[in-house]
């Protein structure tokens, strides 16, 4: 079987990693992936929103299976476009109008609010009515909460404390701050209590629930500064327990794939769902449609089963049929960026790491040059450790960290430290 994985990320090469365990035997192909995934794989140079090229790609390759990784072709309508263009190929990722839970925040608080899953209080503005915009700030409390609707690069929120700042704020994505993702805008209450993130395969009809995980956006320890796309993650989250996961899937993940059935929505792949947990009880952030960067990284260390066989499943739509296996022990991802992430960085840095690390070294931002591995990105490496508890899992993520080196290397000191404290165990 050959299968094709779009995207270059490290959740791409954590994808691909999980699937070239499968006992069916096979050949990946990535488009672009990176000198991680060339380990295990045939990279394909190109652009993740050429259609041609991939539909070329899986022509020439012979491909039975496309995994999308990233949100941007899928909202493009990747999927609608193979269908219609490469009929026999099996596709994991949803149809344009799937893609719209995360293309469009307004198009997601409408599904949930009609679906009856629970969310953050909202309404929606275009520029044309900033006064009532500014007004309907006004009767909220603060934090303010300001949503681009469009994708916005992992940018396209903010959340301010002074209202005049959230007025300016809303005036300036209205102008043009995130481009045409903030033509209309989301305002919504404040969601106080911790986040985590759960994660399904579905075939539109039945999902099989992935490990759940929490991620770390801002750049410094302590969570403070600057967010980012995700400076690592830890898998499981001590407090999303048997009785709180019952709540996530009886009031947002099964409502949220009846509402995708009732609604007629084409939808085969990963539902990555956002939550706050307010004192029990689960709310939804966002959607998004695919799953999440560094999430990814730990969440497929601790699938035991054959993730290929799931995958077939999910496009055959018999994914009723499928047990999903989960490991007992913990993963704990530490990214390790360039520094002055998320903002000006230098890249081309030669990376220097011994053969055997200590842990899972999954590329995010690489490339090759002057005959070796260099930085390339913002976020270069996730660096995945497995280990019985979190704790040690932790230690060994950091151990194998510092056997990496490439020149303004920078990673947290903190990743999973708070949960430690949550369980009692620091």
Known sequence: MSILVIGGGGREHA????INQSRIEHNIFCLPGNPGTAAFATNIPGKVTDFEL???TVSAKDIDLVVVGPEVPLVEGIADYLKAEAPSVKVIGPSKQGAMLEGSKDFAKDFMTRHGIPTARYATFTAKRYDRACAFLKEMQPPYVLKADGLAAG???LIVDDLQQAESLLKDIFDGKFGAAGDKVVIEQFLEGI??????ITDGKDYLLLPEAKDYKRVGDGDTGLNTGGMGSVSPVCFADGPFMEKVRSRIIEPTIAGIAKDGIDYKGFIFFGLMNCKGDPYVIEYNVRMGDPETESVMTRISSDLLEHLIACADGTLAE????ISEKAAVTVIM???GYPEAYQSHYPIMAPKEPGALVFHCGTAYGDGCVVTAGGRVLAVTANAPDIAQAREDAYDAVGNIYFEDCYYRNDIASDLLSLAGEE
């Open 15 to 18: 994808i691909a990693w999980k």
């Open 54 to 56: 991939v539909k070329n």
């Open 155 to 157: 940018k396209g929120v």
């Open 195 to 200: 986040e985590m993130s759960a994660f399904v």
């Open 322 to 325: 499928e047990t999903i296996e």
């Open 337 to 339: 960026a360039s520094g």
